[in-house]
């Protein structure tokens, strides 16, 4: 049987662009795994790691140009935000290249024995070590950023661990020329080229999951996608950690009196939020308790014309088109669902943005309208209306986790009367924003993209300096002669690292 | 149907001592999970945390002899392990209040906003809070250090999660004294008694961990319990988090030097090690690698007459000692495995402790030995005998994941020439010993109890202040006003927490 063939497409049009590839075999994914396990101990120097991740941010920028059009061509996100997009990639990898270089995320802990201890303690040393080979599962809506120089892989090369990186069918090309971009830099700092290994196909991904070489997982994407994902790598003999982010819905809540202050601007806020992107982030508004009467009224007014002068976009692929055009129809066609702003179809190739209205009293016991509380990827939000807190705090327990939770309050209510609000809207979510939008995500050690199922499979973050920790165990040295021991461990610190010896921080 | 009456037995006879309690039917567990979460916000304070962790180690300690003569009645581990396992258990109560006042567990990172960064960095303050109601299923070998009192729940109640334990049946009169007293230090420092709930029964344990309410799991236990557990939380519609320890065969290799320096000696402590608790802790030494010919020759003489002189014992229930006695028997019926000492039945009650031997180079490829590379619980080694590296090498790369793996050598190679075989078995196991054994397991900061799988589901510790990070979850507030920010993220820092501050400590 021949080799199934990769082709990049057109999205504007639908056309196929060029064969890029083809579908690995279960024998290609075998050959592949075992190629990065072989030479995963040349990552294990930290110095030679943050050159690399340096290096490939250099080639990626020289490679800009090259990557952005072929992006466009791929995904049509548009050159201005794929140039935002790879300026942001490339950052990430400089900033994981700093997190390697600092140390801390080896979390050393050093403790002299102690006999006085109950139980006495004997000398103990730990820190972390790479997981092993990590497969990492490329997002569709951010090519670059959450593909194959994305957060996963920057992360879990400055564990040290090598990458196999399955491409996200819906741009093969960029993939192939990010991969190379990424063996690239690797031979330019004299490691193998194998430390990143890039694959194609369906049944790929799932072959990959499932090889004993492979020790843990990264995925972004849809929730039927990676929760399938996530149970072939539970299911495994062997279990691995599987970090998937998947969905999320991300709750905006707008008080009376922020919306009597500012109903213009919210409306406008969250009209730019939730389309931008063709309303393909993650983070997309998805979901908005506004309050119902005239002060809603105005934001609504407001909404529908920043969303009414939106022009139709191009979504990443047509089966997204058809899932959301679906997605749409369903919602829409719900008994006292209303829709403002008609989203739908554009033109043959585009959607158009809208959004729906409900009364959230429909959304506090279960019922059909709770379609209304699932993502519709896209540019489409649901704006409930509700008559009274109680109302808010009904919808909002029945929520699934989330990515973001974002409040939107008056200027007098910063000063400690939304705080109930904030801790209602805690649970839900990964990160909460107060009179903020949540599409856009800083790469900040401070970040936490990732939130409760099915925001993520895991507690861990994607963006930010503590992705690292993913990739990592700790291994404790008991009574181990100095000359034995790893540098990191050694009792002179011959490598200036920050731990924390005896319990205390040194 | 009448509820099922859970009995105390005394193992040294196998009768039963009295009934302590009934198993919890699927309402029970529902109302006992509901009451955990519906008192989980009195946790939120860690003043009071601390103060009930420390009020638990004083009642403990004050209630210890009559704890202990349950324990001793229910397991027969003797008062004088159980009297030290009180004082650990006491003493790991007092180290998680000190973690708690600390605060570091919190991992405050703090970004001020930057316009400097690509993208642009809002303020952003992340921490990290409690899961929610935590699900320990206690141990049999540790009645009070790995039970209703122990490391997992001491490290959840630290961690702000209240706390749910399904008893271990080999100790139910031990959990309802320890749950009595962890509930009455609870009500002595004004939480509610619902911080911590017990209950009995295995299918109440199965209901336990499918809870909606139940956030994440403890578990310490076999392989086939814990991956039982492990997979029905996987399963969840929300899977949870599920923190196992199953099983560990905790592998020893001993060089050629090291049993000619000091092979009487290493021999005599291996055989302390191997039946201590009669073989019933999870760190037991399972298998060890030795030469072959004289110098191994010398070390198993001493092996041979040191557990001879070891008296027979007690195993924690009737259920273990027959699996004891049929693991011994299918192990040493395997062809050119000798018994040097015959492990199996000691009296009607009672168990021998014994080792095994066989050529190392029967187990360097798939074949029936197989049933030597895992664990059989009870006063058993089986000790291999290699005649060259090769041989280490490729048994080694066999085995399956360990909390231990542990090295003797001779003073002279520890200039760094053993180096090569202690990186060969760092991959194998959480914890790595040079010329100690792995019995005795120390609650320290750097301690790793834990490894690859089956030693453990997860890549944490059970053991240790950093068990604590199993029970939580960052949170990341972006462009909140200081009013509403946690005290923990406010800008003066009220509680004098340590944190990072913009990518540096501070």
Redesign the interface.
């Known amino acids: 049987m021949a080799a199934a063939p990769v082709w990049s497409v057109d999205p504007r049009t639908g056309n196929p662009r060029e064969q890029v590839a083809v579908e690995a075999t279960a024998e290609e994914v075998d050959r592949a795994v075992r190629a990065a396990h072989a030479v995963r101990a040349s990552l294990a120097d930290r110095t030679v790691r943050a050159a690399f991740l340096r290096t490939a941010a250099d080639l990626l920028a020289e490679a800009g140009e090259h990557v952005i059009e072929a992006a466009d061509a791929e995904t049509a996100l548009g050159p201005a935000r794929l140039t935002?997009e790879l300026?942001?990639t490339?950052?990430q990898l400089r900033a994981f290249a700093?997190v390697v270089d600092e140390g801390?995320f080896l979390?050393i802990?050093?403790?002299h024995e102690d006999a006085t201890?109950?139980?006495?303690?004997?000398d103990?040393?730990?820190y972390k070590?790479p997981?092993g080979v990590v497969a990492v599962y490329a997002a569709s809506n951010f090519p670059l950023a959450f593909s194959v120089p994305g957060g996963d892989t920057a992360s879990a090369l400055a564990a040290g661990c090598p990458v196999v990186v399955k491409a996200h069918p819906d741009h093969p090309a960029t993939s192939e020329l990010c991969a190379s971009v990424l063996r690239r830099a690797a031979a330019q700092v004299g490691l193998p080229e194998d430390v990143l290994i890039l694959l194609h196909g369906f049944e790929a991904g799932v072959e990959l999951v499932r090889h004993p070489l492979v020790s843990a997982a990264g995925f972004t994407g849809s929730v039927r996608g990676g929760r399938a994902l996530?149970?072939a790598a539970?299911?495994r003999p062997?279990?691995i950690?599987f970090h998937g982010e998947l969905g999320s819905l991300n709750p905006v809540v707008v008080t009376e009196a922020a919306a009597a202050e500012r109903g213009e601007q919210i409306g406008a806020g969250l009209a730019g939020s939730m389309t931008m992107g063709a309303g393909q982030f993650c983070t997309k508004p998805g979901f908005v308790l506004a309050p119902a009467g005239e002060t809603g009224d105005r934001l609504l007014k407001s909404l529908t014309e920043a969303v009414s002068d939106t022009e139709a976009g191009v979504l990443l692929d047509h089966r997204m088109r058809d899932a959301f055009l679906a997605g749409v129809r369903e919602r829409a066609g719900l008994p006292d669902v209303e829709a403002p702003v008609t989203p739908g179809a554009g033109g043959e190739h585009t959607v158009a943005a809208g959004f729906l209205t409900v009364p959230a009293a429909l959304l506090t016991t279960e019922g059909p309208h709770d379609a209304l509380l699932e993502e519709c990827f896209g540019p489409v939000t649901v704006v409930a209306r509700y008559t009274s807190q109680d109302e808010i705090t009904a919808v909002l327990s029945r929520l699934?986790?989330n990515l973001t939770a974002t409040l939107q309050i008056a200027t007098e209510e910063?000063?400690?009367s939304?705080?109930a609000l904030?801790a209602a809207l805690?649970p839900l979510?990964?990160?909460?924003?107060?009179?903020?939008w949540p599409t856009?995500v800083?790469?900040?050690?401070?970040?936490?993209h990732?939130g409760?199922?099915?925001a993520s499979?895991?507690?861990s973050?994607s963006v930010g300096?503590?992705a690292i920790e993913r990739w990592?165990?700790?291994?404790?040295?008991?009574?181990?002669?100095e000359?034995?021991l790893p540098p990191e461990l050694r009792e002179d610190n011959p490598q200036g690292l920050?731990r924390?010896v005896d319990?205390r921080?040194a």
């Open positions: 935002g300026a942001r490339a950052a700093e801390a979390d802990h050093i403790d201890r109950t139980p006495p303690w004997p103990l040393r730990r070590i997981l996530f149970d539970a299911a062997a279990p950690p699934p986790g910063a000063d400690g939304a705080a904030l805690t979510a990964g990160r909460v924003l107060v009179n903020g856009g800083a790469v900040a050690p401070a970040q936490q990732g409760p199922y099915p499979t895991s507690t973050t300096a503590t990592l165990r700790p291994v404790s040295y008991q009574t181990t002669p000359a034995l920050p924390r319990g921080r």
